[in-house]
């Protein structure tokens, strides 16, 4: 009993020890309210995502996190806008895959997020679903680029430049199989085209089909990720069943303006690892089609690098680029 | 049929718990509280509210969120009767005549058609998703590119009906409208159309400023240019309530709305919103008195208010049968839902039956709700207009500017909306009407999707419109019309009208 509260001492000294050798500034972060900035309208996947996140990270940080919308500009906006904020940790931005590294290979951006944003840690990674429409009498992933061989294929995606257009473009390109692409706005009526058999396939997030895919309407062929589903166990990986190096998927992590003290940078990816080991957050995170995938500082950096050069590959050689 | 009522007894036992029903009256009453504000809308409502229903029960929850947006949209109509400022789309057509009722000093009258005309709708549209829920998912799913798009032709020809001044500047405000929804980044190739490098434009111009604009801007400086016009209108309220006799003439418009609403409110893609405008272009073609439409008809604030409602409350039909939400709001719902641990879709009804059926019996009682709610208020927003204008215009603008920069926490929204407000100055000084060009930047969006996609589809042949029975039909119904409205005879009457005007 005795050591129990020695060693509880022990930490308690520890750790007091560990915050007084932090400068003030840290100490104090957050003495303010959080904004976190999510660059589209409330409601969608992203949005979702950063409320969870957002409502974990306040128990973690220990002062109020408050989400904004700032849509516009192509999903732009909200990279502008953190861009140009003070870079006293107080104004945070969910950066996703779309305005982060594939954006930059089809607009004229104001703000690269490469120079302007200061990565601080990923926080999900969303998996696609590649499903066939009731129409469609393909069983498999192979069967769906054969019959793609044989003649062009229509899918429908959520909207030029969306996660769901360009994991489509790279299977069609690796696949080297012409596809031909309607763009929707949104998952929502894309699906639907795709349930009245307007359209043949889709590339899409997961919470958007999987009930469909479970009652059977429509059928699952393959997910984009390197792993499997845990809610789909059946569904091999689109790498597994045709494309060995395939992987695509919708990622989601926190950003920053560049210029950001290190002291809180740091409390800020402690307090995310902190939100994403937390099984509730976790547990919401996969009722949104995600996985949690912890990369801090460079490793974010590095990742994004990668991913925008991949990508940029991709876009050009569909040639979707706006002079 | 016996199951149906079963169903809907299963349902009105969740429904009518006093919990539910406090959640039920909680959701009506702060829904037309922020329809009733222009601008604030029930997608930033809800989307405000979504952390609190964490902890409510999920029936609860769903209740609640259900009742703010039928309640909004009824709020919606009370602004856009009073001030003339339509918060949505969809109460364009209700401040046609709506308005024009109000100066008339029956703004009683159309609020009470309004409230009464949504309740049967939506006593309708519930029975309507209790029996018809799967047949109307099937139906919304023949809907693919092509037929929406003849679908939307057909209502740009309806758009030339609601004007009541001169065909040709209706069918140039349609083109304008139209235009002007191409402002923004192609859906296609990313491309910045019209923009003129002004980065607000990207993403095109939203509804809510245009019509905050014209509408909302444009209506105040219209007041404060001819203050002897406003004062003249502002001074009678007349009767509160419509008699029975008023209710028996109106309850065909109603039912005919209702019909109407309950079939576009399945379409993929927001069709709802071409409801209330089919409703008035029927009422006006059915009418005895057409000439009349834009002065204050009733019917013409009866039947498009019904169709409003039913159209809101069947596009529930898409997310519960399969999972798909039709619009932001319904989008929202499937956070809500989400949240809760359901996810939507068909197998809510065989899962938890009584969440199901519970939020569809919810839907009745909220429409009840609202009339409770909504009848004994007629009487506080009418007074609303005894207000002196020199402070009611400031309250307006006020709220409105809220209302603007909520949408995308943004001040460039606020001053595009005061450009459209000259812009709405100018038309009503040239004798433009702004509601056509409403319904043309409405339908544009879709029109431009719609063609497009079906266009890639066919690979660039348009003979893709004509070789579907359904969207063939709905291109002759379109011409049908719009031979109709160029027949001379039609046109005659016309140009008495805007001689009238």
């Known amino acids: ?323 | 049929m016996m199951a149906m009522f079963e169903h809907l007894g299963l349902g009105l036992s969740v429904a009518a718990t006093l919990q539910n029903i406090f959640f039920c009256f909680l959701g009506c009453l702060i829904g037309t509280l922020v329809g009733v504000l222009p601008g604030v809308g029930p997608v930033a409502t809800i989307s405000i509210l979504l952390p609190v229903t964490l902890s409510l029960d999920p029936t609860g929850a769903l209740i609640m969120l259900a009742g703010i947006y039928y309640g909004a949209q009824y709020g919606g109509s009370t602004t856009a009767i009073l001030v003339n400022i339509p918060g949505e789309a969809t109460a364009v057509v209700t401040a046609i005549d709506g308005h024009e009722m109000a100066k008339k000093g029956q703004a009683g009258l159309a609020l009470g058609l309004a409230a009464i005309g949504s309740f049967i709708a939506g006593t309708i549209a519930t029975i309507v998703i209790a029996a018809l829920a799967m047949p109307m998912t099937r139906l919304g799913l023949l809907f693919g590119p092509a037929e929406y798009f003849s679908l939307m032709i057909m209502g740009l020809v309806l758009a030339v009906v609601l004007a009541h001044g001169s065909l040709v500047k209706a069918l140039a405000m349609i083109v304008a409208g139209v235009l002007l929804s191409c402002v923004g980044a192609d859906m296609e190739t990313g491309r910045e159309r019209m923009t003129f490098d002004i980065y607000m434009l990207t993403d095109g111009i939203e509804f809510v400023v245009l019509a905050m604009g014209v509408f909302g801007f444009g209506e105040i400086f219209k007041n404060l240019a001819d203050p002897e016009k406003r004062d003249v209108m502002r001074g009678k309220i007349g009767r509160l309530l419509p008699t029975l006799t008023e209710l028996r003439q109106n309850l065909g418009a109603i039912l005919r709305g209702t019909g109407l609403g309950s079939v576009l409110g399945v379409l993929p893609g927001n069709g709802a919103i071409l409801a209330p405008f089919a409703s008035y272009a029927l009422e006006k073609r059915i009418s005895d008195r057409p000439q009349d439409f834009g002065t204050g008809v009733p019917q013409a604030v009866a039947g498009p208010e019904s169709a409003n409602n039913s159209g809101a409350q069947t596009s529930f039909i898409p997310l519960l049968t399969l999972g798909i939400p039709p619009n932001a709001v319904m989008a929202l719902m499937v956070g809500a839902m989400m949240i809760q641990g359901i996810v939507p879709g068909p197998q809510v009804i065989q899962n938890s039956p009584d969440l199901f059926w519970g939020l569809v019996a919810s839907m009745w009682i909220g429409n009840l709700m609202l009339v409770i709610i909504n009848l004994p208020l007629i009487g506080v927003w009418v007074k609303l207009l005894k207000v002196p204008y020199r402070l009611l215009f400031p309250a307006i603008v006020a709220f409105c500017c809220i209302g603007l920069f909520s949408i995308s926490n943004d001040g460039a929204q606020v001053i595009m909306a005061g450009i459209m407000g000259l812009v709405g100055f100018a038309l009503y000084k040239l004798h433009f009407e702004p509601a056509p060009l409403a319904l043309g930047f409405v339908l544009g969006r879709l029109l431009e999707e719609k063609l497009r996609q079906a266009l890639i589809i066919s690979d660039g042949s348009m003979t893709t419109f004509v070789t579907s029975p359904l969207s063939l039909g709905l291109l002759l119904v379109g011409a049908a019309a719009l031979v109709i409205a160029v027949l001379p005879s039609i046109r005659k009457s016309r140009d008495e009208i805007f001689v009238e005007d």
């Open chain 1, 1 to 323: 009993m005795f050591s129990f509260t020695r060693r509880v001492m022990l930490g308690v000294t520890a750790a007091s020890l560990a915050l007084s050798a932090l400068p003030a500034a840290a100490q104090d972060y957050p003495s303010k309210p959080v904004t976190i900035v999510v660059s589209y309208a409330a409601g969608g996947g992203t949005d979702a995502i950063a409320r969870v996140f957002a409502a974990r990270l306040e128990e973690a940080l220990g002062g109020r996190v408050i989400v904004e919308n700032r849509p516009g500009a192509a999903a732009n906006m909200g990279t502008d806008v953190v861009a140009k904020s003070q870079p006293d940790g107080y104004t945070l931005l969910i950066g996703n895959q779309g305005p982060m590294v594939v954006n930059p290979h089809i607009f004229k951006l104001r703000n690269d997020p490469a120079e302007t944003l200061d990565p601080i840690a990923m926080i999900a990674d969303a998996q696609l679903v590649v499903v066939a429409g009731p129409s469609l009498e393909v069983n498999s992933m192979q069967e769906l680029l054969e019959k793609a061989k044989a003649g062009e294929l229509v899918y429908g995606s959520a909207g030029n430049a969306s996660a769901s257009h360009v994991a489509t473009l790279l299977l069609g390109q690796m696949a080297g199989v012409k596809l031909k692409h309607v763009p929707y706005k949104g998952a929502g009526p894309a699906i639907n085209d795709l349930l009245g058999g307007h359209v043949d396939f889709m590339v899409t997030t997961v919470p958007s089909v999987i009930v469909l895919v479970q009652d059977g309407t429509l059928k699952a062929l393959a997910v984009t990720g390197k792993e499997r589903f845990s809610e789909l166990p059946d569904v091999p990986t689109v790498a597994e069943a045709a494309l060995p190096d395939y992987s695509a998927s919708a990622w989601y992590g926190l950003l920053g303006p560049t210029g950001l003290p290190q002291d809180v940078r740091d409390k800020l990816a402690a307090a995310t690892a902190e939100t994403l080991s937390d099984p509730a957050f976790i547990e919401s995170l996969q009722k949104d089609g995600g996985v949690p995938s912890h990369l801090v500082g460079q490793d974010f950096a590095d990742f994004m690098a990668a991913e925008r050069a991949r990508w940029g590959d991709v876009v050009k050689a569909a040639d979707i680029k706006v002079e």
